[in-house]
């Protein structure tokens, strides 16, 4: 008798899936472990799991520095980032994709190269250091939101546009100015137009994830933001810290930056990342909606 199954992490019923779920790679019968915070951590995709999209599908193969091994049904694509290639089949054709906004992608720093693999065939894709892959289903009109130089890779359905990042703030120190940018000057968004899709993303570290509740709030390094769901919403939250004895917004003061994320909706988190520390309190300028708060 056919069993159904709903994977805990990505919501997908599917029939008799076998060691691992088919939509997003999550195996199954793995015990979940939770911290006392909350966040419970994103079992890596097993070597070898087989993930379905379409009538494609992709294999991830190995665990230090994993591979994307797709398997194009005739006619079918995805689409990439031009430095993560590893290897084609000759018969998969490849293609340079127009992008918009071109002159503000190199000022961004954001790579301007887009490439599209059309099958029949297999065609690998990996970034150059180590880390884990996580893929993300999505369905028709859904989106999530993610820092920049994380994206691997996405089936044809999905679509990607790119926004100033909305938490910030303006330092002064003498006549110099400098704006801080704790996730980065943009973020990315892919949203799934026709129909659902498949997104895989490159975490460096493991991955922490947890669903918010409607209202419910918490905070976050900047850098360590792997994805959250659209609509969320941002704001800054900001932190000093000064030594005791040492004089407040002196030369021993630090500044910590914090985004609070409020829900309800998805947030994964990734291990190793930066941290963004300011040793300047002189604030002049900051996102809507940013909080404040001192230590001594």
Not at 1 to 24: N, V
Not at 158 to 163: A, E, L, S, T
Not at 212 to 232: F, P, Q, R, S, T
Request: aromatic share 8%; glycine share 10%; proline share 4%.
């Amino acid at each position: 008798m056919a069993t159904e199954y709903t994977c805990h992490y990505c919501k997908t019923t599917s029939i008799d899936p076998g060691r691992s779920c088919p939509a997003c790679g999550g195996p199954i019968d793995v015990a979940a472990v939770v911290t006392r915070a909350g966040w419970e951590e994103l079992p890596a995709i097993a070597d070898m799991a087989h993930i379905q999209f379409g009538r494609s599908r992709v294999q991830i193969e190995g665990e230090l520095v994993p591979v994307a091994d797709f398997a194009l049904h005739d006619d079918e694509e995805i689409w990439f980032n031009h430095h993560v290639l590893l290897w084609k089949d000759p018969q998969v054709h490849l293609e340079r994709m127009s992008m918009s906004g071109g002159v503000k992608r190199v000022f961004a720093g954001i790579p301007l190269i887009l490439c599209r693999a059309k099958g029949p065939g297999h065609i690998a894709l990996s970034f150059d250091h180590s880390g884990e892959i996580v893929a993300v289903p999505l369905q028709q009109n859904q989106s999530i939101i993610t820092l920049e130089h994380h994206f691997l890779g996405a089936s044809s359905t999905i679509v990607y546009d790119y926004q100033q990042s909305p938490v910030w703030f303006r330092t002064r120190n003498g006549d110099e100015t400098e704006t801080h940018y704790p996730m980065g000057r943009y973020i990315d968004e892919f949203t799934a137009k026709d129909g659902h899709g498949l997104l895989l993303l490159h975490a460096k570290g493991n991955v922490f994830r947890r669903e918010l509740a409607a209202g419910e709030e918490v905070l976050v390094k900047g850098a360590a933001l792997l994805y959250v769901d659209g609509g969320m919403a941002f704001s800054l939250h900001l932190e000093g810290v000064v030594n005791r004895g040492a004089r407040l917004f002196g030369p021993n003061f630090s500044r910590f930056a914090w985004v609070r994320l409020q829900g309800p909706g998805r947030i994964a988190i990734q291990s190793v990342h930066g941290q963004h520390e300011v040793t300047s309190n002189n604030v002049v300028a900051s996102a809507n909606g940013t909080t404040n708060r001192n230590w001594t």
